[in-house]
């Protein structure tokens, strides 16, 4: 009978007639648009995300394989050129581990200890103070004809960068009596004297006494000049220290630049655990009566960079704060 209309329901209620379909009309080509604005896959094997981009497939449409991860063994050497690095940093400016070679120092430290050595205070303008245990380098040959041990190249390398003690033996360990403008005095067998004060020294090893009666060195009164200490060790009878090294170039001071730092804490053997602080002795009223006024110069350049630095934070606040506020 000829073409049949077909009625199709229109978004408005209507229907719309008249309209002929062909029946054999072949369906349009190619996926439906997707009004979700999901991923679809295009014909070139590619997928399409939400963004309009691509993502690139594999053969028959699969992803991409993950890069592969450096193996653990190839990484290893980075890490530990690392590790090395950062050991050599905190060795340098942080802290250091020495080992102590002799009896000197008994029974605060005894022989075969592993000391733990602040580095950072010095970097910061910090000198030396009465009572504390400190590591210098040899003044001038205080070491001479003493044996030292001969560390091989592992030694040498592992104590340089600071993952074993050092291994550098020309370096010594021993307390901090006298620091500058400090008159030190031994008489008989004691006790010391600073600036005119007896120290109670119960550092002392047990059986000897403060000061000792002989006439190479153990009888003196020296006053101690400007950027220099007198150092002295807890075993008094058995100590090559500032008494005994007085006839070379600096009186048997050390000079505060050889001082490489204070030891602050016994970390080995386990049972040896233990920090070394300054002894309540050091804290004596009038003791520091001499030696005041140049600390105070000492410490004035740094008092008065800090006074002088916080009007000018305070005033860089001020402006600061109105801006972040706009």
């Known amino acids: 009978m000829g073409d049949v209309a077909v009625g199709t329901r229109s978004g408005h209620g209507e229907e719309d007639r008249g309209r002929p379909v062909d029946a054999a009309a072949p369906a349009a080509k190619g996926p439906a648009p997707d009004s979700g604005g999901g991923s679809g896959t295009a014909e070139d094997g590619t997928v399409t995300n939400e963004q309009g981009g691509t993502e690139s497939r594999g053969p028959g449409g699969t992803p991409p394989a993950a890069k592969k991860q450096r193996s653990f063994w190839k990484e290893l050497p980075i890490l530990i050129g690392i590790a090395l690095v950062l050991a050599l940093l905190i060795k340098t400016f942080l802290v250091q581990a020495f080992s102590i070679p002799s009896a000197s120092m008994q029974n605060t430290l005894t ?181 005041s006024a140049a600390a105070a110069l000492s410490v004035a350049p740094q008092g008065l960079a800090l006074a002088g630095a916080v009007p000018v934070v305070l005033w860089r606040r001020r402006r600061i704060a109105p801006a972040e506020t706009r």
């Open 111 to 291: 022989e075969g200890d592993r000391v733990l050595v602040d580095k950072l205070t010095p970097w910061f303008g910090s000198e030396p103070e009465r009572g504390e245990v400190v590591v210098f380098h040899d003044p001038d040959a205080w070491l001479a004809g003493e044996p030292t041990p001969e560390p091989n190249a592992l030694q040498v390398f592992l104590g340089w960068i600071g993952l074993m003690p050092s291994a550098d033996e020309k370096d010594l360990i021993k307390r901090v009596i006298g620091v500058g403008g400090d008159t030190v005095e031994c008489k008989g067998t004691g006790p010391l004297k600073v600036n005119g004060k007896a120290l109670n020294e119960p550092y002392v090893y047990p059986g000897n006494t403060p000061c000792s009666v002989d006439d190479q060195g153990g009888q003196f009164k020296v006053t101690v000049p400007e950027g220099h200490v007198w150092v002295m060790g807890d075993h008094r009878q058995n100590s090559r220290d500032s008494r005994y090294n007085q006839s070379d170039r600096n009186n048997g001071m050390v000079p505060v630049k050889e001082v490489i730092g204070r030891a602050v804490f016994v970390a080995w053997p386990i049972n040896h655990w233990d920090t070394l602080p300054v002894p309540d002795t050091f804290d004596q009223v009038g003791l520091n009566d001499q030696s």
